[in-house]
């Protein structure tokens, strides 16, 4: 059964930093790209940052680039991602995700994390 379980959200004030984490089970974590998505309030669901399964390539959105960093430990089945210089439309619920070879997708139960002074 595929698990994945985000913590490290909360409140930060703008310009403050973050680091989300994931643990990950019940599938092929080390064979397995990963994802973190994000929900802003009022808004559908955006992609956040991707990591190939050796971390060998990373790709992110634009609106995060330059800020945000995603990391892996495959002997810890644990995926990261580093929030540097927040902003208030960071705001939002962030989510990991799992897409399955047939396009499947598995996600967390989220985190929330809210950007505000």
């Known amino acids: 059964q595929v698990q994945l379980v985000e913590s490290g959200g909360g409140l930060v004030q703008p310009g403050g930093s973050l680091t989300l984490s994931c643990l990950a089970s019940g599938f092929g974590f080390e064979t397995s790209m990963m994802n973190w998505y994000r929900q802003c309030p009022g808004k559908e669901r955006e992609f956040v940052a991707s990591?190939?399964?050796?971390?060998?390539?990373?790709d992110y959105a634009d609106s995060v680039k330059g800020r945000f960093t995603i990391s892996r430990n495959n002997r810890k089945n644990m995926v990261y991602l580093r929030m540097n210089n927040l902003k208030p439309e960071d705001t939002a619920d962030y989510y990991c995700?799992?897409?399955?070879?047939?396009?499947?997708?598995?996600w967390g139960q989220g985190t929330q994390v809210t950007v505000s002074s």
């Open positions: 995700n799992y897409r399955t070879g047939f396009g499947h997708d598995y």
């Open positions: 990591i190939s399964q050796r971390a060998q390539f990373a």
